[in-house]
T-cell receptor, first 111, second 112 residues
Framework: GAGVSQSPSNKVTEKGKDVELRCDPISGHTALYWYRQRLGQGLEFLIYFQGNSAPDKSGLPSDRFSAERTGESVSTLTIQRTQQEDSAVYLC?????????FGPGTRLTVL | DQQVKQNSPSLSVQEGRISILNCDYTNSMFDYFLWYKKYPAEGPTFLISISSIKDKNEDGRFTVFLNKSAKHLSLHIVPSQPGDSAVYFCAASGLGDDKIIFGKGTRLHILP
């Protein structure tokens, strides 16, 4: 497809379990972003990948959060030992030059 | 510390009138500004952008104004239509740091 895709679209997990969220950016886009939106809140920056540069991890809220990107392709966001406050919509975006284009998000619910 | 601020959480406008959404920023290194629109259960959609070398950019019913001295930008929608009801996010990025920072959003209600 032409847009950013994310999987799964919904994930329900139990507190303490690990989860992995996947993002497929638009082909050729060198930049990839992860954001999250908790209920009633704005878009919170998590991590940014740009080409082969070291990622900007300044937004990751704790060391339970990590992300990887394979070259200029797929990215996975991993949350270890999930907590209820991790419940949110996790949004991925990619860009080449100019605006970033978002995927539909993964809704994570931690019970 | 919020670098991009949208101080109005919500705004109601009559259909056909002008909607004005405001945004302030604190980081003088920002040189590229964007507006996104978000419907429930969807990802944000890019609307319009402006670089710091301009003070106005227009695309159809949408116009973005940038006042660099006041560190303020606004999005004008005219005429407002029912489908414009959504949450609007202001965003910015800067020289040497392409990371895009978003505001908290303003929910726009277009009234019939």
């Amino acid at each position: 497809g032409a847009g950013v895709s994310q999987s799964p679209s919904n994930k329900v997990t139990e507190k303490g379990k690990d989860v992995e969220l996947r993002c497929d950016p638009i082909s050729g886009h060198t930049a990839l972003y992860w954001y999250r939106q908790r209920l009633g809140q704005g878009l919170e920056f998590l991590i940014y990948f740009q080409g082969n540069s070291a990622p900007d991890k300044s937004g990751l809220p704790s060391d339970r959060f990590s992300a990887e990107r394979t070259g200029e392709s797929v990215s996975t966001l991993t949350i270890q030992r999930t907590q209820q406050e991790d419940s949110a919509v996790y949004l991925c975006a990619s860009s080449l030059v100019g605006p970033a284009f978002f995927g539909p998000g993964t809704r994570l619910t931690v019970l | 510390d919020q670098q991009v601020k949208q101080n109005s959480p919500s705004l109601s406008v009559q259909e056909g009138r002008i909607s004005i959404l405001n945004c302030d920023y604190t980081n003088s290194m920002f040189d590229y500004f964007l507006w996104y629109k978000k419907y429930p259960a969807e990802g944000p959609t890019f609307l319009i952008s402006i670089s710091s070398i301009k003070d106005k950019n227009e695309d159809g019913r949408f116009t973005v104004f940038l006042n660099k001295s006041a560190k303020h930008l606004s999005l004008h929608i005219v005429p407002s239509q029912p489908g414009d009801s959504a949450v609007y996010f202001c965003a910015a990025s800067g020289l040497g740091d392409d990371k895009i920072i978003f505001g908290k959003g303003t929910r726009l209600h277009i009234l019939p």
